[in-house]
Nanobody, 122 residues
Framework: QVEFVESGGNLVQPGGSLRLSCAAS????????MGWYRQPPGDQREWVAT???????LYADSVTGRFTVSRDNAKNTLYLQMDSLEPDDTAVYLC????????????????WGQGIQVTVSA
């Protein structure tokens, strides 16, 4: 059983910074990819960022240059550093991890955190 617990969400002014954390119930080295989605109020869930087990990261155009995703295998934690926050970044942020299904590794399962609120407002 895999569980993720997010923390670090808050109310912040435009231009401010926050760091979200996503603590896993076991080793994050099991996940071939991890990352973040977000769901703005009244809108659909959208992809934010992904980091692969080799450290390569990808970002949505809307956050490129402002957000940084990282993972600490020793602490079993995924992070999202968010800088230069804008009101449009207001959303519930959800972390995810994708793990290959053993023993064949021909398919994979994605696990989700429960989500945490980030509000950017003056």
């Amino acid at each position: 059983q895999v569980e993720f617990v997010e923390s670090g969400g808050n109310l912040v002014q435009p231009g401010g910074s926050l760091r979200l954390s996503c603590a896993a119930s076991g080793s994050v080295s099991r996940f071939t990819s991890m990352g973040w989605y977000r769901q703005p109020p009244g809108d659909q869930r959208e992809w934010v960022a992904t980091i692969a087990d080799n450290g390569v990261s990808l970002y949505a155009d809307s956050v490129t240059g402002r957000f940084t995703v990282s993972r600490d295998n020793a602490k079993n934690t995924l992070y999202l550093q968010m800088d230069s926050l804008e009101p449009d970044d207001t959303a519930v942020y959800l972390c995810f991890g994708t793990m290959p299904n053993l023993p064949s590794r021909t398919s994979a399962t994605t696990y989700w955190g429960q989500g945490i609120q980030v509000t950017v407002s003056a």
